[in-house]
């Protein structure tokens, strides 16, 4: 009788237990890093004015948050700083993140399907003093506020600066963000990093956006970001399954302060720009995605006129010259290589192709023999186009290489698969060293060139390099993330 009543209890005893680990409500989906708060998070400087004067930032709070305030300071060594720090009030921003008005209507956005409305605030902080460093906090009148950052207004002149990424797009947080970290520790001094396209995979779900700002952590509380609009900051609205109509991601224009080019149409409002950093850089922003591909070359075309800096690099996501197997874009290289060339530009820094290219132009110097030639230090060279990759998702290399291009003139020096890169790129007066950095941290690609006081480029020695090429079949064995090209 015992027996029974102790094996009734275990029995009872084991339901108990088994309904306490029953499944309860449903689980939640998103990340405590994910969810919006009164606290400010997603914070980020970019540039939407004159570098040398001004600081434009956003950052993000849940929806009740509709008094966002900003306070900058000139840094100190003093432990109290703060205490004369200038109060800004920041434009709000009301998001809704499960749907979006088009000009069709409401369109769902599923990937964000019960996530509340959100709010983006942004400063444009101005009459700030060049080569400076401030700092600035951000937050709300009832003291919900950020920690305070420093960061550095761009100097009139002198040594730059800059880290280059391609694409992040998939792994965000798993995988890219060793990467991006890896850069930073690399060059800390850099002065901003260029985002070249495809931040992530799928335009508008914030759980993405989420993962590129925890993978970002505090790097652009301080560092400034130029976002390229790649083809995954585009979504398709369309209706008719036949078609295509693509929308600009929700989350760019609330979160990226970016410049607006007010001769150029709404549609690119804020994704094709000029950044004149300083006397010695102009750094210029396309939208190979949004199609609109005259406006864009024509703007280009006048921006190139106008610009007065001793060097000038050109930044979008789909290369001119193709690296990725089947993924020529001759359109866009017929719209925009007569101009790169006309105005003999030094840099264009590319995405899009999930491998490493990097080759150069002929110079156009009427000396020079339009035939190949080696690159010996010192020759003339054109204009230097690099692709590059810092996600997880790699593609093959395109057969041939860059054979097919070889009646444009351009000739490759470097390529690579299966390899996460960041770059640093570091000008010093009329010398610029470009380094291809593996996200581990070994030198990958070097070049250096030289301008003169006529303008003249010429190559230069880079740092010396010792690592094999890296391609699939001498790498490891590789699986593909989840996500589309
Ligand atoms: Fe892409």
């Given at each position: 009788m015992f027996r029974v009543l102790i094996l009734g209890m275990a029995i009872i005893c084991a339901a108990l237990s088994a309904a306490a680990h029953a499944p309860g409500p449903a689980r939640k989906l998103t990340p405590p890093w994910q969810d919006a708060s009164p606290w400010p998070d997603r914070i980020v400087v970019t540039f939407a004015g004159d570098p040398a004067r001004t600081l434009a930032l956003n950052w993000r709070t849940d929806d009740?948050?509709?008094a966002a305030v900003a306070e900058i300071v000139k840094a100190t060594p003093d432990a109290r700083f703060d205490l004369d720090a200038r109060r800004v009030n920041a434009r709000s921003e009301r998001l809704e993140l499960a749907s979006v008005k088009d000009i069709e209507g409401i369109f769902d956005i599923g990937q964000n399907a019960g996530l509340p409305p959100v709010r983006f605030h942004s400063v444009l902080f101005d009459g700030l003093e060049p080569d400076t460093v401030y700092a600035y906090r951000v937050g709300a009148t009832n003291g919900e506020w950020s920690e305070w950052f420093q960061v550095r207004t761009a100097p009139i002149s002198g040594p730059v600066t800059f880290l280059y990424l391609g694409d992040a797009q998939n792994g965000i947080l798993s995988h890219w963000s060793r990467t991006v970290r890896a850069a930073y520790a690399m060059?800390?001094?850099?002065n901003f990093i260029i985002h070249a396209g495809d931040l992530v995979d799928e335009a508008s779900r914030d759980f993405e956006w989420a993962q590129w700002f925890k993978a970002v952590g505090f790097i652009h509380g301080m560092v400034p970001a130029i976002p390229v609009a790649g083809n995954h900051e585009y979504m398709n609205v369309s209706r008719d399954p036949t078609k295509q109509r693509r929308l600009l991601s929700i989350l760019w224009r609330p979160q990226f302060n970016l410049p607006v080019?007010?001769?150029?149409?709404?549609?690119l409002r804020e994704t094709v720009y000029k950044v004149a950093y300083s006397e010695d850089l102009d750094v210029f922003v396309l939208d190979t995605q949004n199609g609109e591909l005259a406006a864009q070359a024509a703007w280009l075309d006048r921006a190139l006129a106008e610009s007065k800096a001793r060097w000038r690099v050109v930044t979008f996501h789909h290369p001119i010259f193709s690296s990725g197997k089947g993924r020529d874009s001759p359109e866009r290289r017929a719209a925009l290589l007569p101009i790169l060339k006309k105005y003999d530009v030094d840099l264009v820094l590319q995405g899009h192709d999930h491998t490493y290219a990097r080759g150069d132009l002929a110079a156009q110097a009427p000396a020079q023999s339009p035939e190949r030639r080696a690159s010996r230090v010192g020759d003339a060279i054109g204009p230097v186009f690099v692709n590059s990759v810092s996600g997880p998702k790699q593609y093959e290399w395109s057969p041939g290489g860059w054979e097919r291009y070889a009646g444009d003139g351009v000739q490759l020096r470097r390529a690579a698969e299966n390899t996460q890169f960041f770059q640093v790129i570091r000008i010093l007066g009329g010398m610029l060293l470009y380094e291809a950095w593996t996200a581990d941290g070994a030198l990958y690609d070097s070049f250096g060139l030289v301008k003169d006081e006529t303008g003249q480029r010429r190559s230069a020695p880079g740092a010396t390099v010792t690592m094999p090429e890296r391609r699939f079949k001498d790498t490891m064995p590789y699986r593909s993330p989840s996500g589309s090209d």
């Open positions: 009740t948050v509709d060059a800390p001094d850099a080019e007010a001769s150029l149409p709404d549609t």
